[in-house]
């Protein structure tokens, strides 16, 4: 396959056959082919550095032909927003869409000069996606390498203009190498989402097999290889074929150990014009032209025949007007080589010699040039660029070289606002252990600096990571009393009043996360008043101050001031007023029963949080909805969601502790109660540290249904009254609703029907007395399931109906189903087989569409009862005994001992019951002594 000269800017042919890819070439051909006919898309092709990703890009250009472009991406473009961009508009030009290219170029510089808002930037990505779609009208293969270099705005642009693509004849290839450490969150995140959303395509190339190293060997040498030197190389190149090649290209008999070690030696071969040239350009980056090496070696009479050497020897390829390194492990092998002082000669000399580098890439040079005041000072406006487009990674790297850089004159207070920055930009990235760390030392420099208000006003900040990072609420109040006393010996001014209001909004924000409602209404009402001319605090406050409305049974009011703060937050650019708003109106709707509104929010959210690069409040959204699809019975759908907030929200302990609940919940509905349990646990322990309700009461309920699927009511029970307790003591009952159903179950369990009528008298007063819209079909279904043993059946029909109704207006599955099963049996005890049949199916039908086990089974043993018809003579008067003891909770062992026989036996007797009965499990036994019980009493 594949021979002849590369394209330009292609990689230079070591290995004259293309080897190995023939499926994914075949696949890449397919999909250029149905661009042309007007379908286009983006293709990622990933792989590890050296797998062979430009190698195979080169031939599908040679093959597929047709016009195509190419733009790069190298390491360091993501600390200047639009780089990417502006290589496309670029190639764009070199296809000769002028228009497209040079309004891409235009808008990109533009954002280089301004300080946008959000509500800007929206509008520059969407002109941005708009005109490189009308780039990719007409017919062009467009090829873009090192995507996971590529800065934020970049990847933006890219990921909105994928939705264009199907509607053109271009198609976008992309290469990205797959385990690079430094890009991976970001990078991989954007990725994920395109492929979540089915708007890219992606490969992923693998190693060599020992065949396909065989023949690489054979193209290379001309001649079949020995076994001996085959394994040889197959060993050491681990099957990479960039590997094969540069071992194969040092021509020793020792073969080295890594590809580094392959390059040095080769290195020592070139003539010292050319090993020169190479240090050079290795020190200007991945890519340079011929004027720029010159500039940098002082020397321009030896360029060319140095370039013609390095060419001819497989260092660098010609890269439309300048040079490229063959590959970016060459060009780190080479720059690793150079000694240290040489180093930093030669970065100096690039910034001399290549002024029109951006701020970022200055920055660079100066640090290792060791020029520590000009690094700074370029790390620094150019970190304020990045912030201000929402390219928050991009800053936070700019911060820390700014960081390290530092000028040791530099005042003590500018080093404090420094360290505060770095916090909110790593904050933003969901790196919460750091960004405590650097408030935290903002606020000691501040306090050193004499300014006692300024690291006051930091304490908002902190106390938000250190939520994040499982500090309960007394721990956070405490640090907000403390800053209070700071400012209160400076006097009121201007400034200090309105630290004061940020600090009762925050203290405020922190009593409504711990469902403190009616604290945090006083607190929003002082904050407001010291908060009047800010009206980005203001509207912070008025997001607490919703979400304290929905919480305490004042729904469509608070509901309308979350929507509202959302909106207008997002259209002025106020990303953490914006991000906090979503937060609120989607975890608290997937909690009040707010499903359709909490899913809508919450998508929405999840994409302006990407969009700003807010990755802690994106990974929180997504496990809310990944709690909104549990909840409305998409099972698949919630386990991956909540996994994949769970991998990616490394850091979040509040992301952490809601992904646990979901993939508990999963687990329960599987009918895996053990993963449940183990799952819920750990949950619990979590909410227990943090001492939140909303953190531990969830929990608490899903391990009540495991003891409850698992037989242990006395468990059950015990979890419900620990949920209530927490509940009660706030007068909570967003929390408190699900333990009605599940208390009065475990009671009833048991045949203690006083004890489950006491229940629900007690926990329904809690859920009444906040009136949360959805939480009224909880006290309908518990009343039902009493009445229903109290032999009330018209009663019970009754209840389950409107709970039933209920709980389907709001998509609350898990319940619904149950109540179609407790109708049926309701059906069943009044003799109404084929409408208990019905109802059966019914649930199955939901059980089955969310595969979940748990459901299914007990539609099962329902289904077999139905089968049996009247069962009072169906055990033994033995088998009856046994039966009204394992009612009772009695273990095996226990039965014995009071039967008088072995456990043994008494196994034997369980078996007989669950055979006769056509039940699975002990608890369907001992639900069916409670009801011959009953009907004993009753006869």
């Known amino acids: 396959m594949g021979t002849g000269s590369p394209p330009a800017g292609g990689v230079a042919r070591v290995c004259p056959l293309f080897v190995g890819r023939e499926d994914v070439m075949a696949l890449v051909l397919r999909r250029r082919a149905e661009a042309a006919a007007g379908r286009g898309e983006l293709l990622l092709v990933g792989g590890e550095a050296g797998i062979g990703k430009s190698r195979l890009l080169d031939e599908f250009v040679l093959q597929a032909g047709g016009r195509s472009v190419r733009a790069d991406s190298f390491a360091g473009d ?22 497209a290219a040079d309004r891409l170029r235009e808008l990109v510089l533009r954002a280089a000069d301004d300080a946008a808002s959000e509500g800007a930037r929206r509008i520059l990505v969407a002109e941005l996606a708009a005109t490189l779609a009308e780039g990719l009208a007409t017919p062009l293969l467009l090829r873009l390498e090192d995507l996971h270099w590529a800065d934020q705005l970049s990847l933006d642009v890219l990921q909105r203009v994928t939705v264009s693509l199907p509607l053109v004849p271009s198609l976008v290839v992309a290469s990205y190498r797959s385990e690079e450490p430094e890009t991976s969150r970001d990078f991989t995140t954007w990725r994920l989402g395109l492929l979540a959303q089915r708007r890219a395509e992606e490969v992923v190339l693998e190693r060599l097999d020992r065949d396909g190293t065989r023949r690489m060997l054979a193209s290379i040498g001309g001649e079949e290889p020995a076994a001996d030197e085959v394994d040889r190389l197959f060993d050491a190149s681990d099957g990479i074929p960039l590997h094969v090649e540069e071992l194969v290209a040092v021509g020793v008999d020792a073969v080295p150990d890594t590809i580094g070690e392959a390059v040095v030696v080769r290195m020592a071969r070139l003539g010292e014009n050319a090993a020169l040239a190479l240090a050079a350009a290795a020190v200007i980056g991945r890519e340079f032209d011929r004027g720029s090496l010159g500039a940098v070696l002082g020397d321009d009479a030896g360029v060319d025949a140095a370039l013609e050497e390095l060419i001819a020897g497989n260092f660098v390829v010609p890269a439309g007007d300048g040079f490229d390194f063959r590959h970016a492990l060459i060009r780190d092998a080479v720059y690793g080589s150079v000694p240290a002082a040489r180093r930093r000669e030669l970065h100096a000399r690039v910034v001399g010699a290549v002024p029109q580098l951006s701020d970022a890439a200055m920055s660079r040079h100066f640090e290792r040039a060791g020029r520590a005041d000009e690094a700074y000072a370029r790390a620094r406006r150019a970190a304020g660029r990045a912030a201000a487009l929402s390219a928050h990674r991009e800053a936070v790297d700019l911060y820390r070289r700014a960081e390290r850089t530092v000028p040791s004159g530099t005042l003590v207070a500018e080093r404090a606002e420094l360290h505060r920055l770095l916090g909110a930009e790593l904050a933003a990235t969901d790196a919460n252990r750091e960004a405590e760390r650097e408030f935290s030392r903002a606020i000691e420099l501040f306090h050193e600096a004499g300014d006692p208000v300024a690291a006051a006003a930091v304490v908002p900040a902190l106390v938000a990571a250190r939520h994040l990072l499982g500090a309960g609420y007394e721990a956070r109040a405490a640090t907000i009393e403390e800053a209070l006393d700071w400012i ?238 927490g509940s009660e003591a706030i007068q909570d009952a967003a929390y408190a609703f699900p333990y009605l159903v599940t208390g009065t179950r475990a009671h009833l369990l048991l045949g203690d029907v006083t004890g489950s009528r006491g229940w629900v008298e007690r926990a329904a007063a809690l859920v009444r007395s906040r ?169």
């Not at 502006?86 to 190639?91: E, P, S, Y």
């Not at 109106?585 to 302006?608: D, H, M, P, T």
């Not at 039965?895 to 026989?901: A, P, W, Y």
């Open 78 to 99: 993501r600390g200047t927003p639009g780089l990417l961009l502006l290589g496309i508009a670029a190639a764009l030009r070199e296809a000769e869409q002028v228009a």
């Open 488 to 725: 209160a010996g400076v006097g009121a001014t201007p400034v200090s009043e309105r630290v004061r209001g940020r600090l009762l909004a925050a203290d405020a924000a922190a009593a409504m996360l711990d469902r403190r409602l009616d604290l945090s209404l006083r607190l929003t009402e002082e904050a407001r008043e010291l908060l009047t001319d800010d009206p980005e605090e203001s509207l912070a406050v008025d997001v607490t101050r919703g979400a304290v409305l929905v919480f305490a049974g004042a729904g469509e009011q608070g509901w309308e001031l979350l929507e509202h703060s959302a909106s207008v937050a997002a259209a002025r650019g106020w990303e953490a007023a914006a991000a906090r708003a979503y937060r609120m109106i989607g975890s608290s709707a997937s909690v009040l029963l707010q499903y359709r509104r909490g899913r809508r929010w919450l998508e929405e959210g999840i994409a302006y949080a990407t969009r700003i690069e807010r990755w802690n409040d994106a990974h929180y959204l997504e496990a809310h909805l990944a709690h909104v699809e549990w909840a409305t019975g998409s099972l698949d759908a919630a386990e991956r969601r909540a996994s994949r907030a769970r991998a990616d929200g490394r850091g979040g302990i509040t992301t952490e502790v809601t992904a646990l609940h979901v993939l508990g919940y999963v687990a329960l509905s599987r009918g895996d109660t053990r993963r449940a349990s183990d799952l819920l646990t750990e949950a619990a322990e979590i909410g227990e540290r943090m001492n939140e309700l909303q953190r531990l009461s969830p929990a608490l309920w899903g391990l009540a249904e495991v003891a409850l699927a698992d037989g242990d009511a006395e468990r059950a029970i015990e979890l419900c009254e620990q949920g209530r307790r």
């Open 771 to 939: 009136g949360i819209p959805g939480t009224e079909y909880g006290i309908a279904h518990a009343e039902a399931l009493v009445a229903l043993a109290e032999r009330r059946l018209s009663r019970a029909k009754e209840l389950l109906a409107a709970a039933g109704d209920g709980w389907d207006r709001v998509d609350r599955w898990w319940e619904g189903t149950q109540a179609l099963l407790d109708r049926a049996e309701c059906a069943r005890r009044t003799r109404g087989p084929a409408e208990a049949a019905a109802l059966v199916d019914a649930a199955r039908v939901r059980a089955e569409a969310a595969g979940a086990e748990a459901l299914i089974a007990r539609g099962d043993a329902l289904t077999r009862r139905l089968a049996r018809g009247a069962e009072t003579s169906v055990l033994s008067s033995r088998e009856h005994e046994v039966a009204r003891l394992v009612a009772a909770g009695a273990t095996n062992r226990e039965i014995g001992e009071s039967l008088h026989i072995a456990p043994k036996t008494v196994a034997t007797h369980v078996e007989h019951i669950l055979a006769k009965l056509g039940a699975a499990r002990r608890t369907e036994i001992a639900a069916w002594a409670v009801e011959e019980a009953r009907r004993g009493s009753a006869r």
